[in-house]
Every structure is written in structure tokens, then in C-alpha cells.
């Protein structure tokens, strides 16, 4: 989400963590659906849901300002495609490298940490 927001220079998409209070109940989503994919919410008066994949493309789109990765990612076979790399990606993120998590970075934005998450020296 770090490229997304790199991208947004008109600061149309908003990103916060899902550990953050009651985000994802404020969405209708529950924490283990939070937990299994990223998620794009659009605001009113579309209120609509965006999950994995389609919620990437969604906002590259809009922090592009073009419609272009919606359509890319509606073509016959690309979304079957862009949804089985997402997936695979979620499944072995954990092996792959990658930017410090949200939470870790940032616990002041999250939900308490649990005891085994707590760095030495942290408060």
C-alpha cells in the first residue's frame, strides 16, 4: 500500500490498518476477513466491498485517477489470473520479503500487541 500512496498525489485513497478499533466492524467485515485479504471500501453512495486483488486494483485506480487496472483486471481470464497470484502471495507472504507490518512500525495505530509481539524495550 506503500506504492498506492507513493502513486496518490491528489491523497484519494485513504489506507489504515485493519487492528486499528473497530475499523473493520465499522465495514461490515469481521477481523478474520481482514485477516485472509486486503479490502477497498468505497464511500458513499456506492458503500460497496473490494477483496484482494479486485480491492488492489481498485486503488491503483484510484489513486492513479484512471480507470485502467479495474479494466485491465475485468478482461476475461485476467481476473482469475490476478486472483490466484493474490492468493498465492497471502499464502507465503510470510517467505517473502518485504516492508516492516504496519503494527509493528506504527503499534500506537493498532490494537494492544499480545506479549509474544512486544520488542524488548518497547513500552
Known amino acids: 500500500m506503500r506504492l498506492v500512496q507513493a502513486l496518490d498525489r491528489g491523497r484519494r485513497v485513504t489506507v489504515a490498518p485493519f487492528q486499528q478499533p473497530g475499523l473493520p466492524e465499522a465495514h461490515g467485515l469481521s477481523v478474520a476477513e481482514c485477516e485472509g485479504a486486503a479490502w477497498a471500501i468505497a464511500p458513499a453512495p456506492h458503500d460497496a466491498r473490494f477483496r484482494g486483488a479486485g480491492a488492489i486494483n481498485l ?3 484510484v489513486a492513479l485517477g484512471v480507470s ?6 475485468a478482461l476475461p481470464g485476467i481476473r482469475q489470473i490476478q486472483d490466484a497470484v ?3 502471495v497471502m499464502r507465503n507472504r510470510h517467505r517473502l520479503p518485504g516492508v516492516i507490518p ?12 499480545s506479549p509474544a509481539k512486544i520488542r524488548p524495550g518497547s513500552p
Open 59 to 61: 486503488a491503483f485506480s
Open 68 to 73: 485502467a487496472p479495474v479494466r485491465i483486471y
Open 86 to 88: 493474490y492468493e498465492w
Open 102 to 113: 504496519h503494527c509493528e512500525e506504527f503499534p500506537a495505530d493498532c490494537r494492544e500487541a
